[in-house]
């Protein structure tokens, strides 16, 4: 034991290699030797950067089912492993205090929010939006089909993916009938 | 996307982001790409240092951008036709077109009916100027001797998003004059349209020095020819204008002329804001548009049929002679076997638009209380959309609203902290809106495919699945849509049809139950119902029912069973093929049968893209030709031949009916077939150009009491306001005013103005102004910068004061919402809002709170001039 | 092992500051507060413990070449400041425990499991990197990702900046592309585009050079570095001297009392 301890001290390693200034490898801690890039053993997928449209590849690590960092990916012919300030910041993206984990409704007329389960409250939309639709959906205009629901409309889609757009336009227009689509993109 | 679809074929990016570092020249404008598209600016640079290109900055403000450029030019808000019209005047004053391109590529040769009037003639609009009905009619701007079928009364409420197939029904009888003496040819219509745009006009209307218009002129002019390309790129400072579309057609129209599309380091590059705008637009969450910018129907009476909407769009020549082929295949994969010929292919199932459906067309509906619920997902209209104060108290409105969200945004908290709340406009005990609040998914919790500003499918492997209940929006939409289905098991009625036909058996993946996102994906490349196998492209789709496809021009994308090209990553070359799929059919430089000649040889070694191989009797290159691959250059069609095989060896532009880059577009645009200078709709100077019109005639102001516009002039507001992005923050803020690193980059709203501005009205750098609109009055810190400048235009001073617009009341950081600032207005084809030109007063101080924010603003806007 | 360096190129910098975010994204990084300063647009002030690389924005007089096209338009540059690993280091000479030390990388790295928050390195660097976490009691700084180059990966900084104004790799040839990089941008006109790498003061050169047009003092980077511990010398013969007087002065006294 005294050897091993004596083997530790800095002094000791100092003079054993030679090198007398003590700021080299004879000064470093077992950390310090045995450190390894937080993503050592993570496994890959390849990803795509959320924020503009210059489509940056993204490398995302992982372990055990969490995130362990995300980076640029070098293969990309369009970003070549570059990412700017926000996509170097998706890890935090994900990661934030701030992210929202449970459903949260706010009842007419309330003060506050209530966390209701995710089951109940898609009961709860599908619901209202077919009440909605029943009130005021219109066969016909001149005795001709119009098959059309102006009450309920849709906003959003420049950040989505494009099977989740196609999925909201094929339900919402192709079995609903809604008109009212739009998105931040007009242009 | 109108302005590059109506000109090429095509509503997106006509290149690669790589390919800029091709280019000889490259001009940003309508852009701050070193600040808004960082990563795809390291190909600008790398243009300069490979090539000695020249880089070109024209904007309001001197920004990170016009720092990296050679040449900076500063330009009044709302001017850009005028200096981009200035260019295409210099371009032709000074023989600086090429002509070898110019003649077999675009229609500038063509000749243009009797009846047709440009703005020269009538002091600002074009001929078939209705000024009740404030719309124009076209048919005095179609070619002479084809027939046009014209404008429904329908479409004038509608979108401009999708490709008019028709008006150019028989472009070989239309005439051309290749001495370009003619004079309604284009060539004669465009130098008179453009005669005034000289470089003093510029120079009086937009504030930039004669000489230093030259210089930019020369550098840019220059880069053209055989051996030379520019390219332009352009972002939302061109878009998000009263004439947006137009600003964009003056650059298609000058890089036809200098012969720069469809050849390498030449085209225009649409930079896109979002992950996944253009795929939003593609398969497109608007109103108007199908997937793959096939039309949706407009109700008209007695012809609200198949027949009278395939042949409302359907076109002889081109590709768009597949329209009907297109449509079936959709509604084949939206409603399966129940689409039938003896159906009408579902069509009835279909809704029929019937009016102004967009983001501000039901918006103001729901501001009159005449809406019930909105799906809000994955945007923040309380802080994203114009007049702020409008747009929430709209949400008030609401019977129900579901946002779907990774963080509480604005729009889903308006009822209990927004300024209306503040300011006692609104009591949240009295706002009876029901809200629920999804978590959503992060990129990196789910699969799927976005397609980037140049048409660019790259699909995202799941790495791990989403915290607690959040979930992405295609697990919400699959199990919503379950839901309703369950809803009309049994019932009987047409309008119970829709539902029970939609096609919806996604397999579900995965603890959370994911719908699967290949068999999503796969649907929409598309398959043969037949065999059950995929189908390679859209080549092969047919109009017989027995393929699908949900979008047919992303269709190839998923060409095999196990096939995802999305999710390749092997890179063969400088364009990136082997590394995901841009459409159409992997073509990374579209109409680049441009990049040869028009007898196929290359223009130059040096300029070499796709060229004819003579031995193999195809046409082969660097990129996939975007050309029928077999089609001979010297290919004359005979006379009744239809779809692509109608149009010549010589005619690149394969999606117009006659082939031809439109310099004039007779078609497809509410507006005019050719740019014109308006000033914005708000100014503090009338039109140099025209008297009896100084603003774009018919664009939709939607005034009302809660929508006031400052007359051209206001006294009150005399400063030019323009709003704008940064690097560190995204948009409304939910991605960037959440998170402490990029917070802590930009923690204030500020405002930007001149030294001299600062002097005239005693603000000091560091301290607080106010900002007054007819709109609202928010407040911000002074940043006096000599990188705003004032400008001398028209004779006077004009000061311009800059405003970033990603604050809000939500997130680690706070501040006021620019965007309370901006009226609500239409422009003509797809309806967005002018955020890049209006104007304001600025007066030191902070802002008062509460009910006194309101009194301060209201006493503002009634003092006198 | 080589030893690495890095060049930042301001003259291709834009100023977008994704160095900062993958710095901190990597090395689990707080934030500095979120005030802002009104310095341009740089708000987080300076590198410190929990900043290693920051941007600095220079609103200035033109600098003709490229960048502005009048004589009266305003230029902007950037550059992105960053721990410059010295030759001779500073904070590693200062280092009383130990816990500084260089890397087979010839990095300069603090090991925070030795770090007593003494903060004699603060005070020794000539730069004002290092700074102490006055909660966490530490010192902190750039480590050159010590733990990414252990397994031959770049930088976090270098690996994420949009225009490779950063570049990482082998001192020697850094040095040479610097070189060539200086000559380029004099020849385009650009005749105040100078390397920054005081290899003539103590510190003997950086291990992260700088390119830089204009003063580089507006980048944080002063024009002779020293590292304090160069004055040990005449400091310890300055003692030594003055210890000597004092005892010849005590010898005299008492020799001279002694004889009286």
Redesign the interface.
């Known amino acids: 034991m005294i050897k091993d301890l004596l083997s530790r001290w ?1 002094v000791i390693k100092q003079i054993e290699s030679g090198s007398w200034r ?4 004879e ?3 077992d ?2 030797k045995s ?4 993503h ?1 053993g993570a ?1 890959v ?13 993204q490398l ?1 690590f ?1 372990k055990n ?3 362990v ?4 990916d ?21 990661t ?1 205090s ?12 309330s ?3 209530e966390d209701i ?2 089951e109940q ?6 619901d ?3 009440d ?1 639709r029943e ?3 219109t ?1 016909q ?2 005795g ?28 919402f ?15 | ?3 590059l679809g109506t000109s090429f074929g095509r509503g997106g990016a006509t290149t ?3 390919d800029l570092a091709n280019a000889d020249a490259i001009l940003i404008m309508g852009s701050s790409m070193a600040e ?5 600016f ?1 190909w600008v640079m790398e243009a300069r240092e490979k090539n000695g290109a020249t880089i070109i900055h024209v904007d309001p403000r001197f920004t990170r951008t016009s720092a990296m450029a050679d040449i900076w030019l500063p330009l009044r808000a709302g001017t850009d036709i005028l200096f981009l019209g200035g260019l295409i005047n210099y371009v032709l004053t000074n023989d600086k077109m090429f002509r070898e391109y110019v003649l077999p590529y675009t229609n500038l040769s063509t000749v243009i009916c009797e009846g047709f009037r440009d703005t020269e003639d009538l002091d600002g609009v074009f001929s078939g100027w209705d000024d009740i009905k404030k719309r124009y009619d076209h048919s005095t701007w179609q070619y002479q001797n084809v027939e046009t079928l014209g404008y429904d009364e329908g479409h004038y409420g509608g ?1 401009g ?1 999708g490709k008019e197939g028709t008006g150019t029904s028989h472009p070989n009888g239309c005439e051309r004059d290749e001495t370009l003496q003619h004079p309604r040819c284009v060539y004669q219509i465009l130098k008179k349209h453009f005669a005034r745009y000289t470089p003093e006009m510029v120079e009086q209307g937009s504030g930039i020095p004669k000489e230093q218009f030259l210089k930019v002129a020369e550098a840019f002019t220059s880069a053209s020819g055989p051996d030379k390309t520019a390219a332009i790129c352009y972002s939302v400072g061109w ?2 204008h009263s004439k ?2 137009q600003i ?1 057609r003056s650059a298609a129209i000058l890089q036809l002329l200098l012969g720069n599309i469809g050849r390498p380091g030449g085209g225009i590059l649409a ?17 108007d548009i ?2 793959g910018y096939l039309h ?1 129907p407009f ?1 008209k ?2 012809h ?1 049929n198949f027949n009278d909407y395939i042949l409302r769009h359907k076109s002889r020549k081109g590709l768009w002679f597949n329209y009907d082929t297109y449509f079936i295949n959709l509604m084949k994969a ?2 399966g076997e129940n689409a039938r010929a003896d159906n009408d292919w579902c069509f ?7 009016g102004d ?3 501000f ?2 918006w103001l ?2 501001r009159e209380g ?10 923040n ?1 309380a802080v ?1 959309a114009s007049n702020g104060r409008l747009e929430r108290t709209a949400l008030s409105k609401l ?2 609203l ?1 946002v ?5 945004t604005e729009t ?1 908290s308006f ?2 902290n927004s300024p209306e709340i503040e300011r006692g406009e609104l009591k ?13 998914a ?5 699969a ?7 048409r ?10 989403p ?8 697990w ?6 379950r ?2 289905k369950k ?1 009309v098991e049994g019932k009987v009625g ?2 119970y049809e ?2 029970q036909k ?1 096609q ?1 058996n996604y397999k579900t993946e995965g603890p959370l139950k994911e ?1 699967s ?1 290949s068999q ?2 796969k ?2 490349s598309g398959w043969d119902l037949t065999s059950g196998k995929q189908v390679s492209g859209y080549k092969e789709l047919k109009g017989d029912g027995t393929t699908a496809s ?2 047919w021009i ?1 269709s190839g994308v998923f060409p095999a069973e196990n096939l995802n090209k999305a ?1 390749i ?1 092997s ?1 063969k070359n ?3 093929h082997g ?1 995901g799929f841009s459409w159409p059919n992997d073509v990374r430089i579209i109409y680049n049968r441009c990049s040869a000649r028009p007898d196929g040889r290359p223009w130059s070694e040096r300029k070499k893209l796709v060229w004819w191989d003579e031995e193999k009797q195809e046409w082969t290159g660097i990129d996939t030709p975007d050309f029928d691959k077999k089609k001979r250059p010297d290919y004359q069609p005979p006379e009744d031949a239809t779809g692509t095989n109608g149009l010549a060896g010589d005619k690149p532009f394969i999606l117009n009916a006659d082939g031809v880059g439109w310099v004039f577009a007779p078609t497809g645009l509410m507006d005019g077939p050719l740019p014109t200078h308006y000033e914005p709709l708000e100014s503090p100077l009338h039109n140099p150009l025209y008297r009896s019109h100084d603003t774009n005639p018919p664009e939709d102001k939607k005034i009302r009491p809660d929508n006031e516009y400052a007359p051209i002039g206001d006294g009150r507001f005399p400063y030019v306001l323009s709003t704008y992005r940064l ?5 409304a803020g939910g ?2 005013r ?5 917070a802590e ?1 930009q923690p204030e709203l500020f405002c930007e103005l001149s030294p001299e501005l600062a002097a005239d009205l005693e603000l000091v750098h560091g301290e607080w102004a106010c900002i007054y609109t007819p709109r609202s009055v928010i407040e911000a810190r002074v940043m006096v910068t000599p990188r705003m400048r004032p400008l001398w235009v028209q004779g006077r001073t004009v000061h311009q004061v800059g405003l970033p617009y990603h604050w809000g009341y939500n ?2 950081v706070k501040g006021d919402v620019t965007n309370d600032l901006l009226p609500i207005s239409e ?1 003509p084809n ?3 809002m002018e955020t890049k030109a209006l104007v304001c007063d600025i007066v030191p101080g902070r802002r008062a709170t509460g009910p006194e924010a309101l009194k301060q603003w209201k006493a503002h806007k009634e003092e006198a001039a | 092992m080589t030893t690495t360096a890095f060049l930042t190129d301001s003259t291709l910098c834009i100023g ?3 160095c ?3 710095c901190k ?2 090395n689990e990084l707080g934030d500095d507060g979120h005030t802002w300063t009104g310095l341009s647009y740089d708000n987080t002030g300076a590198v410190g413990h929990s900043t290693w690389r920051h941007v600095k924005f220079v609103e200035a007089a033109p600098l003709l070449g490229f960048g502005g096209n009048a004589p009266d338009l305003a230029s902007w540059t950037f550059s992105s400041d960053v721990c410059k690993h010295c030759e001779v280091a500073g904070c ?1 000479e200062a ?1 009383p425990t ?1 816990a ?3 890397t ?1 990388f010839g990095g300069v ?1 603090v ?1 925070p ?2 770090c007593n928050g003494c903060a004699y390195c603060v005070v020794s660097c000539p730069f004002g990197v290092v700074q102490k976490n006055s909660h966490d009691g530490r010192a902190f700084k750039c480590t050159f990702c ?3 180059q ?2 031959g ?1 770049q930088p ?1 900084c270098a ?6 104004s950063i570049k990482f790799g082998d001192i020697e040839e850094l040095k040479l592309a610097a070189q060539v990089r200086v000559e380029e941008l004099q020849s385009r006109g650009m005749q105040d585009a100078q390397l920054y790498d005081p290899i003539e003061t103590s510190v003997k050169g950086l291990h992260a050079m700088f390119i830089t047009r204009g003063d580089p003092k507006q980048y944080n980077l002063p024009p002779n570095p020293e590292v304090p511990t160069v004055y040990l010398e005449s400091a310890w013969k300055s003692s030594a001297l003055a210890a000597g007087v004092l005892v010849l002065g005590g010898l005299f006294a008492f020799l001279g009392s002694a004889r009286r």
Not at chain 1, 22 to 25: I, Q
Not at chain 2, 36 to 40: K, L, R
Not at chain 2, 370 to 379: N, P, R, S, W
Not at chain 2, 435 to 440: D, E, N, S, T, Y
């Open positions: 800095p003590g700021t080299g490898e000064a470093m801690t950390r310090t450190l390894k890039p937080k050592h496994e997928a390849k990803s795509v950067c959320p924020y503009c449209g210059v489509g940056c590849g995302v992982h089912g969490k995130l960092s995300i980076e640029g070098p293969d990309s012919p369009i970003s070549r492993g570059h990412l700017c300030p926000k996509g170097a910041d998706s890890f935090e993206l994900h934030h701030g992210r929202l984990k449970t459903v949260k409704y706010r009842r007419p007329f003060r506050h929010w389960p995710l409250a898609m009961d709860m939309v599908a209202r939006l077919w909605s009130r005021s959906f066969e205009q001149d001709q089909w119009l098959m059309q629901n102006k009450t309920v409309a849709h906003l959003g889609g420049a950040t989505l993916d494009n099977e989740e757009n196609y999925l909201i336009k094929k339900l227009t192709g079995g609903l009938g809604m008109v009212c689509i739009s998105n931040q993109a007009r242009i | 996307m109108p302005g690669a982001q790589s808004n598209h960082p990563v795809g390291q979108g998003h878009t998000q947006g579309v964009i930079l896109r804001g979002h992950a996944s705008i253009q795929g939003s637009t593609d398969i497109p969450t608007l109103y199908l997937p949706m109700f009476s007695g609200n939206w409603y009835d199932l279909i809704p029929k638009l019937t459906h967009s983001h067309g039901y509906d729901m005449k809406m019930d619920g909105l799906f809000v997902l994955g945007q209209p994203g019977k129900w579901v779907r969200d990774m963080v509480e889903a009822w209990y949240t005990e009295d706002i009876a809106t029901e809200v629920f609040l999804f978590p959503a992060g990129t990196a919790e789910k799927g495919t976005f397609t980037n500003t140049q660019l499918l790259q699909f995202r492997e799941l790495a791990i699945h915290p607690g209940d959040a979930r992405s929006d295609s919400f939409m699959y199990h919503l849509g839901r309703l809803k047409k309008r829709p539902l939609l919806w719908p996102i999503v994906l649907e929409i949900g979008c992303y999710l990553r890179p400088y364009l990136g590394w690097t560190e923050h995204h948009t991605m960037s959440t998170l402490p690193h990029l980059l997130g680690l422009e797809v309806r967005i | 977008c500051k994704a900062e975010v993958a994204e990597w590693l280092c130990g500084i030390v260089r087979e790295f090991q499991d030795v010590y733990d990414r252990k397994e990966l976090a690996k994420a900046c949009p225009t490779e």
